[in-house]
């Protein structure tokens, strides 16, 4: 049985930063891949990021990320974060921490076996 519960997200200004964690309750987690994606209302899912259980990353392609955005995990804390840097209001979404056991692809919400709630975050302007 695997549970992520997500933190950190808030209302901010635009060009604060946050850090979104997910702490993952369960075992075997250095076996896990995890993602982050974002949802808006009456919007799709997207995704944001991935880090593999080998440590690769994968980031949306979209113009919005250029390298604002970084994902990591630490094994030792069973926690995957999102450090979300010079935010912009266009990223005011939901934001939903995954994990998947298996598989190669990664960008795609059918990717992934578990979610969190999510978290919100809001930018000001």
């Known amino acids: 049985q695997v549970q992520l519960v997500e933190s950190g997200g808030g209302l901010v200004q635009a060009g604060e930063s946050l850090r979104l964690s997910c702490i993952f309750a369960g075992s075997r987690f250095s076996e896990y891949g995890m993602g982050w994606f974002r949802q808006t209302p009456g919007k799709e899912r997207e995704f944001v990021a991935a880090v593999t259980w080998n440590w690769t990353t994968y980031y949306a392609q979209a113009d919005y990320l250029k390298g604002r955005f970084t994902i990591s995990r630490d094994n030792a804390k069973n926690t995957a974060y999102l450090q979300m840097n010079s935010l912009k209001p266009e990223d005011t979404a939901v934001y939903f921490c995954?994990?998947?056991?298996?598989?190669?692809?990664?960008?795609?919400?059918?990717?992934?076996?578990?979610w969190g709630r999510g978290t919100q975050v809001t930018v000001s302007s």
């Open positions: 995954a994990a998947k056991w298996s598989g190669r692809t990664w960008r795609s919400v059918d990717d992934y076996g578990f």
